[in-house]
Structure formats: structure tokens, C-alpha cells
């Protein structure tokens, strides 16, 4: 169709839509869907691990003895930055471990015999060589790992040494990371590492004399390509959380850095360069002069707009046009892109969802109910209402069909969330489409099995979903554990079709929730593994012989975690920004908060606390002639310190003294323990409350 014409109609279209749109209302105009049911999802995936070991007809292979070093490591001529993170890894830890540093050698530089004996250019022989990456003996032998998942590795025995070869496919900027994926896996496997947390403190290096390796040929992959668990950054908010500790962003900085070598070692990584974040961002100020009609009426008819993240009239069709040739603009620029956002703004609860009367018939009235918030001007109020999910369904299919005319192969991502996280009654999303499900909330049991039965009706709906939860958020940091309802969820969403997982985020309380991100990125890579056993090595490897009994701290925490969730209270989305939406007859953001707090302190009693002290207190017994496991346990107490003087602070309903006590806990344990617990976006969180102090 030439232009000239695509553009008289959607002239005519928008003035259609103008005139038809002049009223606003607050009742859903569209046909009622035929039915409000689905089914249980299918099962797209096969939930196994995708580990394969074999034996290899060469001997064991000898790293140290003797306080010698017995291999040479052998990098390519030009190591990639992965290749080169892979090698510093197994230098530093077999140093700690053993004492002895293996040398590292550039391939060019070195000679092979053809009885395997490896040669340096002093021509000293040694018996194997550990090659990393894509040396060009290894692409000469045919050695690859290019045929497995971006991510995944293989450890060959070879008879001059071993070769270790990872898929470090990148799309975009992103490196899937496979070679040193590989060798993190080795240490864990092989020499009994385990990064239980952060930092030296919580890395476990068993200590050895000699080092050799067994003789087996290995492989694995990651399940999920992206799998991706939300490092902290230091941003406006993490700002906020510094001035009131009087600390320096230098300090912060170490912690994002060891958090992030964390994510590394637990093989964490996204190799898909998928886009689903908030794509409207600035609008207003860019369109709302020459387009006011491009934007959501409110309940007094005008559509101007407060917040940076204004809303949209998702009826409009110039507005899916402008949205659809953005697109297309990002495509011609780059490509390969992995997929672009149509997702809609996160609301501040400055804009409201358009009223109009076209959006209004795209609201089926047997929708499921909603609460919204419906403007007048700037004065707001909480109205019954149902469901939008039919209205963005629409809006994001529009989007696609205009977009995959010119560019066929494109991938759209796209939110379900706030108003609009229930699932669509009459509309079937487009192929090109992936939905990122904003969903799961581990403090409220009956919420969390309300998503999952949303997850598996959108599923259905749409042909690729993402997983994005906010539920590492909740919880006010307080010790609060749910490794198994975690672990069956990923594993549930990865059998329906999860292609990635994008977790918001590391929120950093080790000491009480530490466990919950262990467990998170171990399942992460492989669903099949069982959280039971996960949690037993963790203890096994962190606490030795006071394994036992730390299981049983961590077991009580969990039990009581889930018996508080099964009150039916919440400490997620009242963490976030304003409420958008909610469902009726439901309690404020305020009462939420307040009713898991009150949730939790009946359970956790000072006499439970206590009880749970003489846990940690038995365990430090138990391992008193280890210090290293000694300060891992009185690393866990600090989460109990917290529970007692945020306990304190709730209960005199955050007088100036309880205040000053727990800003003082807050400023001692990060300078102290900053791994302990995330001092930083918890005093953003809560900084209002400590207005009432002196600033420093």
C-alpha cells in the first residue's frame, strides 16, 4: 500500500478514534468473553540434567604435588575476556588451596612432543597442559562446545592434558561466558569450592597438599540461556542509602563488584539480549503538544500527563503505528537485535489508564476485578474496575503485525504486570511476541498460587514467556526463607515454556536470605536439581561439622516463613513505588505492611529469636576448632541483630530511639560485614523515617 494512503487512513483513523473517544467513563464497554477459565498449561520442556560425564582412556591428571606445580596452563594467542577471567580463577584458587601457583603460558609459546610431553620456551617439560578456550591445538583437534547451549562447557582428557572449552556465544554486548563457567564448575566439583556468599568470608577453598584431577571427560549446559539475577548499581537511590551512612561510594562499589563475581562463580549469564523493560519512557515531552490525543484520558476528560512515565491510549492506532516505527528504527539501526520493548511505563500513580471509550471496548466486563486508580485532575481515588490485560494484549498486537511486515524475524517483548498481569479472555498474542510475567510472592501463599495459575494461562496465550519476579525485594530484609516453593516454581515455569528468567534482584541481606539466592541460581541452571539436596552441601561445605544443625536453623526459618505466608499478607509490592492497582476489598500499601510485619513478629518471638541464637550457638560449638566456620556463623547472627532492632523499631512505631539504634546497627554492620545485609537500599527504602534525625 503506498504510504500517502497508509497515512490518510491512519489520519481518518485517529480522527474516528478522536471523535468516538470524547467520552470517558469508568465501566468496561467491550463483549463479555465466552469463558474466564484455562487449563493447566502443557509441558514444553523436559525437566532432566544435562550433565554427561564419561570415563577417558588417559590417566588421572597430576595439577600439584609436592608443593610443585605438575601442569602448565596454556591460554590462545589472543584470549577472549572470558578465557583470560577462566585462568586468573584457576590460578588464585589453586594458589589458595594448595600454595603452589601454576604458570600460565600463551600457546604460542609452547611446544608438544609427540609423546604428549608439553614444552615451554625455557623447555622445561611438563607432564600435562590445561588448555583453556580456543587454542589452535584445540581447533586443530576438532575440540569445540560450540554445539551445546551458549553457556555450556566441556572438560576433555586429551594426552597432553585437558582441554577446557566453553560456549561463549555473544548476541549483542553479551558473552554467554561458557569458558569460565567451565572452570568455576571444576573447582566446585573437583576441589570442593563452594562461594557460599560474597567475599572471602563466604568462599570455601578446602585446603590440599596435592591436586589431581580425575580422568573423566565432562559436559554440561545451562536449561535456561538467560538466567539472570539482578546485580545492584550504584544509582540515585543507593545515594540516599550512602548519605545516611556516611560511607563512600568507593565502599559500595567493592561489594556490586563481589556480588557480581558471585553471579560468575554460581554461573549465572544471559546470552539472548532480550528487551522488555519500560519503552515509553519521555513521551509526554516529546509528543503531548503536537499529540495530547496520543495519551490516557482521565476521569475529567483532559489527557495531560504528570510523571516521565506517562500513559498511553492504547486504542489509538497512530499511537501502535508511532510505537511500531520506532521499532522498526531500532532494527534498522542494529540488525541483530535481540528483541525491542513495547512494554508499557511502570506507573508512578501520577497517570492513571485511559478512560476513553474506544480502550473501554476492549475491556471485556467478565474480566477478572481489578482496582484502579481513577484521576480527576490531581486528585485520584481507588475505583472497581476489571482487568486491562485484553486492552495491552491488543495494543502489543497491533505493534507486532505492523512491525513483522518489514522485519519479519523481529521479537517483541512486552510485560504482563500491575493492571494487566491477569490473563487475556479474548485475545491470543502474536507469535513475535514475548510476555515478561511480573509475578510470585513468597510472603503471601495465596497470591503466589494465584500467579502461578495466571503463569500457566499465559502460557498458553502467548509463544514465549520470561519470568520476571519481584519477589527477592520482599520480606523487609528479615530472615525469611522458601527454597523449595522457589525451586518448584522455576522448575514449573521452565516445563510450560519459560525461555529466560530475570530476577529483580540480589537484594543482598546474606545473613537472612542468603540461601534464597543460592538455591535461586543453582535450579536456575539446572530445574531438575533438588533443593533439599542443594541446601544439605551448602551446610555440608560451609559448616562442617555443625552442617547438621545449621540445616536445622535453616530448616525452622523456612517453616516459619511458610506458616507466616499462609496468612495471607504481603511485604512485595509495598516495597516497590505507588500502588497502581490492587483488588478489591484489599488493605492499603500502609496496612499490607504493616500486617506482615505483624504477621512476622508473632512468629519470630523474642523466644523464637532466642531459640535460633542457641542454634547458631550450638553450631559455633560444634566447629570450635574452625575459625573460618566460627565467623560464618557469627555472620549469621547479624541477620538475627537485625530481626531484634527492626523489631524494636516496629513496635514503638519508629520512635527517635529506636530509630538511632537502628540506624547505628545499619552504619556498624556496613562498615563491618557490608555483605551481611544491604544497608544501602534498605535506608532508601526506609529513609523517610530518618528525616526525623539529624543529617549528616
Request: proline share 6%.
Amino acid at each position: 500500500m503506498p504510504s500517502y494512503l497508509v497515512t490518510s487512513l491512519l489520519a481518518l483513523g485517529t480522527t474516528l478514534h478522536a471523535f468516538a473517544a470524547a467520552e470517558w467513563g469508568t465501566q468496561p464497554l467491550g463483549k463479555p468473553a465466552e469463558s474466564t477459565t484455562w487449563g493447566a498449561s502443557p509441558i514444553r520442556h523436559k525437566v532432566e540434567s544435562r550433565r554427561k560425564v564419561t570415563e577417558a582412556e588417559f590417566p588421572s591428571l597430576e595439577l600439584v604435588k609436592d608443593g610443585t606445580a605438575k601442569a602448565l596452563i596454556i591460554l590462545p594467542a589472543s584470549p577472549s575476556k572470558a578465557e583470560e577471567a577462566a585462568a586468573r580463577n584457576l590460578v588464585a584458587t589453586i594458589r589458595e588451596a594448595t600454595g603452589v601457583e601454576l604458570p600460565v603460558a600463551a600457546e604460542y609459546s609452547v611446544t608438544v612432543d609427540e609423546d604428549g610431553v608439553v614444552r615451554d620456551l625455557e623447555k622445561r617439560p611438563w607432564a600435562n597442559g590445561i588448555w583453556i578456550g580456543k587454542t589452535r591445538r584445540a581447533v586443530e583437534q576438532k575440540l569445540t562446545a560450540s554445539e551445546l547451549t551458549p553457556g555450556g562447557f566441556k572438560r576433555l582428557r586429551m594426552p597432553d592434558g585437558l582441554y577446557i572449552l566453553g560456549n561463549d556465544a555473544s548476541q549483542g554486548k553479551l558473552s554467554a561466558n561458557g569458558t569460565y563457567f567451565a572452570v568455576a564448575d571444576l573447582l566446585e566439583r573437583h576441589l570442593g569450592v563452594r562461594w557460599i556468599w560474597p567475599g572471602p568470608g563466604g568462599t570455601v577453598v578446602p585446603k590440599v597438599h596435592e591436586l589431581r584431577l580425575p580422568a573423566l571427560n565432562e559436559q554440561d549446559e545451562p536449561a535456561v540461556e538467560q538466567r539472570i539475577i539482578r546485580n545492584g548499581e550504584l544509582n540515585d537511590r543507593a545515594q540516599v542509602g550512602l548519605r545516611h551512612l556516611k560511607a563512600e561510594e568507593k565502599d559500595y562499589l567493592a561489594v556490586l563488584a563481589n556480588n557480581s563475581r558471585w553471579l560468575d562463580n554460581l554461573r549465572c549469564g544471559n546470552s539472548l539480549d532480550l528487551n522488555y523493560k519500560h519503552a515509553f519512557h519521555g513521551w509526554y515531552k516529546r509528543y503531548g503538544k503536537e499529540h495530547p490525543e496520543w495519551f490516557a484520558m482521565k476521569a475529567d476528560g483532559s489527557r495531560t500527563q504528570v510523571s516521565e512515565r506517562p500513559r498511553l491510549c492504547k486504542s489509538n492506532p497512530e499511537v501502535a503505528h508511532a510505537t511500531a516505527q520506532q521499532i522498526l528504527a531500532q532494527y534498522a539501526k542494529d540488525p541483530k537485535l535481540g528483541s525491542a520493548s513495547i512494554s508499557p511505563n511502570d506507573g508512578s500513580g501520577e497517570d492513571g489508564f485511559c478512560l476513553c471509550s474506544e480502550c473501554r471496548k476492549l475491556d471485556p466486563p467478565n474480566a477478572p476485578p481489578i482496582r484502579m486508580r481513577i484521576h480527576r485532575g490531581a486528585k485520584w481515588s481507588l475505583q472497581d474496575y476489571v482487568s486491562l490485560s485484553d486492552r495491552l494484549a491488543t495494543f502489543y498486537n497491533r505493534i507486532a503485525e505492523e512491525v513483522v511486515k518489514t522485519q519479519p524475524h523481529a521479537r517483541l517483548g512486552a510485560y504482563a504486570y500491575s493492571a494487566y498481569r491477569d490473563v487475556p479472555l479474548t485475545v491470543t498474542l502474536h507469535p513475535a511476541i514475548i510476555i515478561g510475567f511480573v509475578g510470585l510472592d513468597y510472603s503471601n501463599e495465596r497470591l503466589r498460587e494465584k500467579d502461578l495459575k495466571r503463569w500457566d494461562g499465559w502460557s498458553q496465550r502467548a509463544n514465549a514467556m520470561v519470568l520476571r519476579p519481584n519477589a527477592l525485594l520482599g520480606s523487609y530484609g528479615l530472615p525469611f526463607l522458601y527454597t523449595r516453593r522457589l525451586a518448584e516454581d522455576v522448575r514449573h515455569c521452565y516445563q510450560t515454556g519459560m525461555l529466560a528468567a530475570d530476577f529483580d534482584s540480589l537484594a543482598g541481606h546474606w545473613s537472612t536470605q542468603g540461601l534464597n539466592y543460592y538455591v535461586l541460581a543453582k535450579i536456575l541452571w539446572d530445574p531438575s536439581a533438588d533443593p533439599a539436596a542443594v541446601v544439605k552441601d551448602y551446610c555440608q561445605a560451609a559448616f562442617g561439622p555443625a552442617a547438621t544443625e545449621m540445616e536445622g536453623y535453616f530448616s525452622e526459618i523456612e517453616e516459619a516463613s511458610d506458616y507466616i505466608a499462609n496468612q495471607g499478607v504481603s511485604a512485595v509490592e509495598e516495597q516497590l513505588r505507588a500502588v497502581e492497582v490492587d483488588t478489591p476489598q484489599k488493605p492499603t500499601r500502609k496496612q499490607k505492611g504493616d500486617a506482615f510485619l505483624a504477621a512476622y513478629y508473632a512468629t519470630f518471638t523474642p523466644e523464637k529469636i532466642k531459640h535460633l541464637r542457641s542454634r547458631l550457638e550450638k553450631a559455633r560449638e560444634l566447629a570450635e576448632a574452625d575459625e573460618d566456620i566460627r565467623q560464618r556463623i557469627d555472620f549469621l547472627s547479624r541477620g538475627l541483630d537485625y530481626t531484634e532492632v527492626y523489631g524494636q523499631a516496629v513496635k514503638n512505631q519508629n520512635s527517635r530511639e529506636s530509630l538511632v539504634a537502628l540506624l547505628g546497627w545499619y552504619r556498624s554492620t556496613f562498615r563491618e560485614e557490608p555483605h551481611a545485609f544491604n544497608t544501602v537500599t534498605r535506608l532508601f527504602r526506609t529513609g523517610a523515617h530518618f528525616r526525623k534525625l539529624p543529617q549528616p
